[in-house]
């Protein structure tokens, strides 16, 4: 850790300067007043408790808090830090366990915030957990940018985020993992990314495989004459399951599979086509790829 110098926070008394609305020096956040300011790389000053920092850091706030510090008797000097105010801002609202909603941080700042917890002696793993606001922040936003939210969920080892988010990678084309962002990744949200999207294959394929229920026997449509439609129903399926991919929509296996029906004469065999399609669909819907475990 680089050695810590305190700066001066102004260069006159008539110096304007930006002070963060929720850690000002008049704020309650805590019974004693603030006793540690802190400035952005874009001069936002914020003003906070040495003690509350401490209490949920694990380096002294990357030694800004160390007890041993030679730090100003006043509040007129300031540590520097290199985050923009966006970022410390919400670093020190998860510090403090306050939302940071009401800011709406873009998924950008939300994930350089938790990038940088680690340099302030802060745990994502502790800090993005299930019944956070952080977590929920970072998941509202995760329909829109999956393959960021899932990047940092495995660069922190978050597998509670990575495991919802993952839902949102079904329709991601896995070959077309450049080196670089599989190696951000890691070997083993990978691994578990790529069984994940082999698991709903399989589980298509399985759900495929039953052909329609025969009916009674008839004058018209014997059970011999029936199974042109099992081995038609074969054949579609075989189509339907090669050409699949994990996000695989029910429309898609309707425009499969229910064509087949031109070619029935008899009207009990249309029926049971119909009948095992709507269950097939019933089947696929119910497919819980959000609620299923990663494959570790």
């Known amino acids: 850790m680089e050695s810590l110098e305190w700066i001066p926070a102004f260069e006159s008394a008539n110096t304007i300067v930006s002070v963060s609305t929720t850690f000002h020096p008049a704020a309650q956040l805590l019974p004693i007043p603030p006793d540690l300011v802190l400035a952005s790389s874009d001069e936002v000053f914020f003003y906070v408790h040495a003690t509350q920092v401490l209490g949920v850091s694990s380096n002294y706030f990357n030694g800004i808090a160390a007890p041993n510090l030679a730090k100003p008797d006043t509040l007129e000097s300031v540590a520097r830090l290199p985050e923009n105010a966006m970022v410390l801002n919400i670093i020190l609202h998860t510090a403090y366990g306050i939302p940071c909603a009401h800011y709406k941080p873009t998924l950008d700042t939300l994930v350089a915030a938790i990038d940088a917890m680690p340099t302030y002696g802060l745990s994502p793993k502790v800090h993005v957990a299930p019944s956070t606001p952080l977590f929920t922040l970072v998941l509202n936003q995760a329909p829109m940018q999956p393959l960021v939210v899932y990047t940092l969920a495995a660069r922190h080892d978050l597998y509670e985020l990575a495991r919802p988010v993952s839902g949102y990678l079904l329709s991601f084309p896995l070959e077309s993992f450049k080196d670089e962002l599989a190696a951000t990744i890691g070997a083993v949200y990978l691994k578990r990314l790529f069984l994940l999207h082999l698991a709903r294959l399989d589980t298509l394929k399985r759900l495929l495989l039953p052909p ?8 018209q449509c014997d059970f ?21 991919r994990a996000d695989l929509a029910p429309s898609a296996i309707q425009s499969a599979l229910l064509p087949l029906a031109d070619h029935l004469p008899c009207e009990l065999c249309k029926q049971s086509l119909a009948d095992r399609v709507k269950h097939l669909l019933v089947q696929w819907s119910f497919v819980r790829y959000y609620s299923r475990k990663l494959s570790s």
Do not use: F, I
């Open 212 to 219: 329609p229920h025969p009916h009674p026997s008839t004058e």
């Open 224 to 244: 011999a004459e029936q199974k042109k439609l099992t081995r038609a129903w074969s054949l579609a399926a075989s189509y339907v399951a090669w050409d699949a």
